[in-house]
């Protein structure tokens, strides 16, 4: 996994800048969710936000535990298909993966911290 998602990988330049881009840019859910996760607001646990991980970004990674949380908007079945080869290679690669809805982040930002919560503990 570190080779994949550590400090040490190597990170086609695109990607990068998309990471970049993507930090700078953030959906007004990803804005709720980093503000609970910054700083190791939840269970002193650092997160990362926009991080590359193989070919993709994640939009929230906790190296420390390998795992990923996804937000979705609104989906249409091709973004749905890509979504699902994506969870499988990175659940195939032993990273969990947690996906909310926007409308969850917010109507119930309580609820989702508790699920994020949950898969932090052993």
């Known amino acids: 996994m570190a080779n994949l998602a550590g400090s040490n990988r190597q990170i086609p330049k695109l ?46 990674y906790c190296h420390e535990k390998l795992l990923i949380i996804e937000l979705d908007g609104s989906i249409h079945a091709n973004q749905q298909a890509q979504d699902f080869i994506r969870e499988n290679w990175l659940q195939s690669n032993h990273f969990t993966v947690i996906r909310f809805s926007n409308e969850q982040i917010f109507n119930d930002i309580e609820l989702v911290l508790h699920t994020i919560a949950q898969a932090l503990i052993p």
């Open 15 to 60: 990607l990068l800048e998309r990471a970049r881009k993507l930090r700078k840019h953030q959906t007004p859910a990803e804005e709720i969710l980093w503000e609970c996760l910054r700083n190791r607001r939840l269970l002193n646990t650092k997160f990362r936000r926009q991080h590359n991980i193989g070919r993709y970004i994640t939009d929230f």
